[in-house]
């Protein structure tokens, strides 16, 4: 515990950046969901029997056996975390001037898609882009967009085509079966494979399973595996629905790119039966992806997130609509018209959260996407000013979520005394996680 009073000083000595606060001075940590989960008794149990053998490990059997049974992919290679999968598959399937298409790009999927030389493209729907929309997938691609870019681009320069589940850069929002079939239709013609970006494919799946008609009856793997079985691959982050603190995937049906992929996986992450990670990590890993599939685990889940939603709305709360799967998303643009995009209303707002009631969330606006011209040094400021309530899995009780919505109340009455900030230091790039802030 921590008073507000000890709070101001904490944001104050760290330069009111909340990457910089020590996590024993956070009451309520909802900066992410990634690696910040509980573990169960059946993940820490399997642990102990990881099987650290450099080659072939028992542990690696049963990791990839969970793996194959879910996604049905061919080939499973282990990594460390999400964005070295990323980064192994673009580096082995792009080059200068490919181009790929994904619902969203997640901010390290972008960046190593650019690393190559290749263009990221965001081609969500509009519904996406709307934060009042209550439109039930607003994760889906346009596929007239995508029809469009592959004519304006040529099939043979575009590589691979990405989903992702849920869509975490468009507000945790769900992709539809129907979306992925229709995707998969327009690239089966030009020979384009598809891959998934996974991290929350059971979450998606649950929002299939109760939104989209013909499949109320289906068990949350049997839409996984419909899913999956539309792709050629996919990459997966395990430290969001794999329920564990650190680890990944890679997976490919191809032969010869699961080859190319192995052997640029000895290079940096290590040998293809452990890719980074313990034997250990893997059996978490293991028992997490089959836990996440249970429905009354997903039911609270997903329960939890719409009711934090819901009650921040009744406040009067803006928020992105309809709440996510994983996380809350504010517009700090519409709660704080006062402050302008370039003094950074999202900082503002998170700061608030606190200095008031020592929550930790993350702006995902200006801060995080504003473009700053080198030369001119002239800021443009980002499309939306959001503050991401993001929940871990299995950590927070009714309780706690009750004590952020009463902070929020809080917050909402003197919502129109808060200031803006300006940047007083910071990196040439992502500079959310060191920039430096003074109050306006
Ligand atoms: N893809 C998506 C959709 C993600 O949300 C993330 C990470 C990654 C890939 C990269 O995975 O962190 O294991 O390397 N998202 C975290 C977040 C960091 O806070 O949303 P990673």
């Known amino acids: 515990m921590t008073t507000e009073t000890e709070r101001e000083a904490i944001i ?38 990881g099987d650290e053998s450099y080659a072939g490990s028992q542990s690696f059997q049963r990791f990839e056996s969970v793996v194959q049974d879910i996604f049905g992919f061919k080939h499973v290679i282990p990594t460390h975390q999400g964005r070295a999968a990323e980064r192994i598959l673009f580096s082995v399937m792009c080059k200068e001037g ?79 079966m129907e979306n992925v079939k229709n995707v998969k239709a327009v690239l089966s013609e030009f020979d384009i494979p598809l891959y998934f970006d996974a991290a929350r494919f059971a979450e998606n799946a649950y929002f299939i399973k109760h939104r989209e008609e013909g499949y109320a009856d289906k068990t949350i793997k049997e839409i996984v595996r419909e899913m999956m079985s539309y792709g050629d691959g996919c990459t997966m982050s395990a430290k969001k629905d794999g329920m564990a603190n650190i680890g990944g995937f890679l997976c490919t049906n191809d032969d010869l790119t699961a080859q190319h992929e192995k052997d640029l996986l000895i290079l940096t992450e290590g040998f293809p039966t452990y890719g980074g ?12 992806l089959q836990e996440v599939l249970d429905e009354s685990y997903l039911h609270y889940r997903i329960s939890e997130t719409r009711y934090l939603g819901e009650h921040l709305s009744e406040i009067g709360i803006p928020i992105l609509l309809p709440p996510g799967g994983h996380a809350v998303y504010i517009d700090a643009k519409a709660l704080l018209p006062h402050i302008p995009p370039l003094q ?46 993001a929940l ?49």
């Open 12 to 49: 104050q000595h760290a330069h009111f950046n909340l990457f910089k606060v020590n996590a024993q001075d956070v009451l309520i940590d909802l900066l992410t969901d990634s690696g910040t989960g509980a573990m169960s008794s059946e993940q820490w149990a399997a642990i102990m029997r």
């Open 98 to 176: 490919s181009v790929v298409p994904n619902n969203t790009h997640f901010d390290t999927t972008r960046a190593n898609v650019e690393y190559t030389g290749a263009k990221a493209l965001d081609l969500v729907i509009d519904e996406g882009l709307d934060p009042k929309s209550l439109y039930p997938f607003k994760g889906n691609m346009d596929i007239e967009k995508l029809k469009d870019i592959i004519e304006k681009y040529g099939a043979e320069n575009i590589p691979l085509c990405m989903i992702t589940i849920t869509n975490n850069s468009g507000g945790g929002q769900p992709v539809s």
């Open 277 to 288: 990670l313990a034997g250990r990590d893997l059996e978490a890993v293991a028992v997490g």
């Open 344 to 389: 950074y209303p999202g900082q503002s707002l998170s700061i608030e959260m606190y200095r008031v009631g020592g929550i930790r969330t993350v702006e995902i606006g200006s801060v995080m996407f504003g473009k700053v011209d080198a030369e001119s040094g002239i800021e443009t400021p980002s499309e939306m000013e959001l503050v991401r309530l």
């Open 392 to 440: 871990p899995r299995r950590t927070h009780t009714q309780s706690h979520i009750d004590y952020v919505i009463e902070v929020m109340r809080k917050i909402y009455k003197s919502k129109d005394e808060l200031s803006g900030y300006k940047i007083t230091k910071q990196p040439t790039f992502l500079r959310h996680f060191t920039a430096e802030f003074k109050p306006v």
